[in-house]
């Protein structure tokens, strides 16, 4: 399979990290922001091509698939153009940075029949596969989440600690972790939600802190405090509230309520990289001809909770 990846930053060389690692898969262009560090990349990876023009990388006839890794603000564009020049699509987190617009990607996956699946990569991760599973068996039910997501990102930096062209956002492109993984594990939708945030900061104009409220309609409760201003343990820490356990998912390593470790290797995968298996769910859903988990039409409605709380936010402004 050929694949072709836009985004050169610290998470596109995630990927590119973990599609090594997949048999029968190769990435033969690399599209970018600017030439001479594109090239760089293509040429540390055995890229054959490397350009900043995407429509020029759709035009490659052999390129069967494109994963996106550009700036949230591109995604649902380029996500519906590579569609419509007939490639599958895995578009990093979030998949939009508007309703409207993800309502858009769902539609053009729907008209085009192609697998269009966004990186949510915490329905990957082993720590909270195990949990999934142990949920599927039966033997826990979630009564309520806490989540923390804390980094300390006072300037445009990606996570690799060098400078972006872009702004993140807490609401559109953190939050969305936890509402999908919230719904996915509960099982059920999100009828409440309330969000109340911090000052903006000056320069980067988005709201540094963030609390989340929400409520299923299985009466489950999901905690969410979200910070770019902590300057502590960073990363985004899950605490599952059951009726027969406790734990605690950190990335790829999961504890129970006692912080006793978890042995995840039960979870019967091929990787504990969450974006490798991402990845491989994504090149294994084209070969089978089947919906990937993590598709457009899965996490639609995360994206539909987070345009009500972005309309919230935007009366909010307006009473203040």
């Known amino acids: 399979m050929k694949i072709a990846l ?10 590119l990290d973990g599609l090594k690692n997949i ?9 970018g922001r ?38 949230t603000q591109m995604h649902a564009d380029q996500a ?18 508007s309703w409207a617009d993800a309502k858009a990607v769902d539609a053009k996956q729907k ?14 991760n082993p720590s909270h596969q195990y949990v999934k599973n142990r949920i599927d068996a039966g033997e826990f039910n979630i009564l309520s989440m806490d989540v923390e997501t804390f980094f300390f990102r006072r300037e445009n930096k990606n996570a690799k600690g060098e400078p972006r062209s872009w702004t993140d956002h807490l609401l559109w492109h953190h939050s969305a972790h936890t509402i999908d993984i919230f719904q996915y594990m509960t099982g059920a939708k ?3 939600a309330n969000i109340l945030q911090g000052p903006k900061h000056p320069d980067l104009g988005i709201a540094m802190d ?27 820490f899950f605490r599952y509230i059951g009726d027969t356990a406790t734990y605690i998912a950190r990335y790829d390593d999961l504890v129970d309520g006692r912080e006793e470790a978890i042995d995840l290797s039960v979870v019967d995968v091929p990787s504990n990289n969450g974006i490798e298996l991402q990845d491989r769910e994504f090149i294994s859903a084209i070969r089978e001809g089947r919906e990937p ?10 994206y539909r909770v987070i345009g009500e709380l972005a309309e919230s936010l935007e009366q909010q402004d307006g009473w203040s």
């Open 190 to 192: 999100v009828v409440k």
């Open 80 to 97: 519906i153009k590579a569609m419509d020049a007939g490639k599958h699509v895995e578009v990093e987190i979030p998949m939009a940075d």
């Open 34 to 71: 600017t030439q001479d560090k594109t090239q760089a990349m293509a040429d540390k990876y055995g890229i054959g091509h490397a350009t900043t023009n995407y429509e020029e990388m759709l035009e490659i006839d052999e390129v069967d698939a494109v994963i996106l890794c550009t700036p």
């Open 23 to 31: 048999d029968d898969v190769e990435v033969v262009s690399l599209v």
């Open 293 to 302: 988990n993590s598709s457009v039409a899965q996490v639609l409605d995360c």
């Open 111 to 124: 008209e085009t029949g192609l697998v269009c699946m966004a990186g949510h990569t915490r329905r990957f």
């Open 210 to 236: 963030q609390s989340i409220q929400m409520k299923t309609d299985k009466g489950q409760i999901l905690t969410l405090a979200l910070s770019f201003n902590n300057d502590g343990p960073l990363g985004t």
């Open 6 to 15: 836009a985004g050169g930053g610290a998470f596109g060389e995630k990927h």
